[in-house]
Nanobody, 122 residues
Framework: VQLQASGGGLVQAGGSLRVSCAAS????????IGWFRQAPGKEREFVGAIRWNGGSTYYADSVKGRFTISRDNAKNTVYLQMNSLKPEDTAVYYC????????????????WGQGTLVTVSS
């Protein structure tokens, strides 16, 4: 399983950005794809996740109402749409795939992409 995150960049506070996670090399129908982020000097934290089968989504309280996760089955790609961005959203964003375990904990994810940097300026 390979995951390729892309789409990060520099955006002003209040702006929007969409990052993508292209998945390949496996069967994803029973997986969940999670988004995590790690800011400088901080631990990696859960942002949100989507169950590939059914499309149920889950979000951290800090991004609920601002971020939206979706998937394109035909492209094997998961998107993280980020709106109303804040400087505290600045981090490297990682996508990861899991087939079991907690959807909210990075310990439950077996496969990780390389991360994409999102910088929100004030």
């Amino acid at each position: 399983v390979q995951l390729q995150a892309s789409g990060g960049g520099l955006v002003q506070a209040g702006g929007s950005l969409r990052v993508s996670c292209a998945a390949s090399g496996g069967t994803f129908s029973n997986s969940r794809i999670g988004w995590f982020r790690q800011a400088p000097g901080k631990e990696r934290e859960f942002v949100g996740a989507i169950r590939w089968n059914g499309g149920s989504t889950y979000y951290a309280d800090s991004v609920k109402g601002r971020f939206t996760i979706s998937r394109d089955n035909a492209k094997n790609t998961v998107y993280l749409q980020m709106n109303s961005l804040k400087p505290e959203d600045t981090a490297v964003y990682y996508c990861a795939a899991a087939y079991s375990g907690s959807i909210f904990s990075d310990a439950g994810y077996n496969y990780w992409g390389q991360g994409t940097l999102v910088t929100v300026s004030s």
